[in-house]
């Protein structure tokens, strides 16, 4: 989920924690587990930092070690050990359990998301994405924020935020059952599909949809039960070809091909450079696709500039890029 929505479940799961006896007859351990409810809802996300190095090092690392089982169980042993240090008259155990739940999760519901976690490391690298929840859902952020308003306004926060995860795992019930009937629209327009990808949008109705048959990829959207098919692309397997075998050993490019599993590519041949492009098909918006990934290579194949990220038009992109095509 996203930070704003991370900070309200922190706030909310504080509230929840006064239903601990421990917990609300101590008014150390209230606002020392308070703190790290919200500390345990965001620490995962510490990883957010590698953006200011390069997007590539950001896609490959994002919601990977620091989502993983050794992190879940670490991050609360940290942030419990420098609070309790504020606050020693809080009750440590309990400090540590609340501080878990938050952890436990922000991880959790992360892999409701289209993009998913590497939760199960170091068993496993592989992502785990259910494809749900949308990584900001107003409905969800809503429902903290008037949970948060309630308590604010002198209700009892153990009951309010009970009553709000109630509501809130109906919710997602719901999410579960609109996505599978979705599945079963695509299935219908596409009986041979290999892969279908339907991935949530802000908007409770309306579903992203990227498939693949043997032969195509197929790029379309879901409004409620309807699913209409927008872009058909064929399936060209990536040559191995020496222009674009040097392109792959490009960390933007690298690291572009190690997050998308839907994506067409093209090169282009300019007077006195290549440009690789690959483009992820599972964000279609307004009939562009704006997660790519761009490599220029000299005549002798040596990287002149790449780029991978999101860019929303072609201008933007050759900002990016040191060569802009004549």
Known sequence: MDTGTHVVMGIALGGL??????????????????????????????DTVLKLRNNAI????????THSIPAVLLWPLVISAVVYLFFPDANLLHLWAWTFAAVFIHVFVDIFNAYGTQALRPFSSKWVALGVINTFDPIIFGIHVLGIFIW?????????????????????????????????????????????????TMKFHQWRIAAMNKKQFFVGRAVKDKVEILDRFNRVPVPKTPVIEAAKKDKNLSAFLSFSPVYRWEVDEYKDFYEVRFIDLRYRSNGHYPFVAVVQLDCDL?????????????????????????
């Open 152 to 200: 604010i306004l002198g209700a009892n926060p153990g009951i309010t935020f009970l009553l709000m995860y109630a509501v809130i795992i109906v919710y997602y019930i719901r999410r579960y059952q609109a996505k599978k009937r979705v599945l079963v629209g695509v299935r219908a327009i596409i009986p041979d599909a290999t892969e279908i990808i339907v991935a949530p």
């Open 58 to 65: 950001y896609i490959r690392n994002h919601r990977g070690v």
């Open 302 to 326: 040596n990287p002149i500039s790449s780029y991978t990220g999101w860019v929303f038009s072609e201008k933007k992109l050759r900002k990016k890029l040191s060569i802009i095509p004549s």
């Open 17 to 46: 924690a006064t239903l601990d006896p421990s917990v609300a007859s101590s008014h150390a351990t209230t606002t020392s587990v308070l703190i790290a409810t919200i500390a345990g809802s965001q620490i995962p996300d510490i």
